[in-house]
């Protein structure tokens, strides 16, 4: 299974973005998702969950601005961004618990990252 990440950029402060992370085979399913990003010198840093219950998490600085979701239709989770801020400035990676449709074994994936950059 891999899982793609696509979304990132560079965007002014307070702007928007949206971050997608797409399941690469459709006989497995995203069971849970989180977002975590990581910036040079600092260890990644859990930003948003999404757990199996449809429960969400969020560390303190995003709340309100950011929001996880998925769309089990297209296997695909989302991290939206909004009011960004040069802060929020890092690598952007989704980590997946993925469950075989077919056998029920489930395993967690790591997205290949992708970069933000708020600009002020």
């Known amino acids: 299974v891999q899982l793609v990440e696509s979304g990132g950029g560079l965007v002014q402060a307070g702007g928007s973005l949206r971050l997608s992370c797409a399941a690469s085979?459709?006989?497995?399913?995203?069971?849970?998702v989180a977002w975590y990003r990581e910036t040079p010198g600092s260890q990644r840093e859990l930003v948003a969950e999404l757990n199996s219950d449809g429960n969400m998490n969020y560390v303190d600085g995003v709340k309100g601005r950011f929001s996880i979701s998925r769309d089990d239709g297209t296997n695909t989770a989302y991290l939206h961004m909004n009011s960004l801020k040069p802060e929020d400035t890092a690598v952007y990676y989704c980590n997946a618990d993925m469950v075989s449709y077919g056998t029920q074994y489930a395993e967690w994936y790591w997205g290949q990252g992708v970069r933000v950059t708020v600009s002020s």
């Open positions: 085979i459709s006989s497995w399913r995203i069971n849970a």
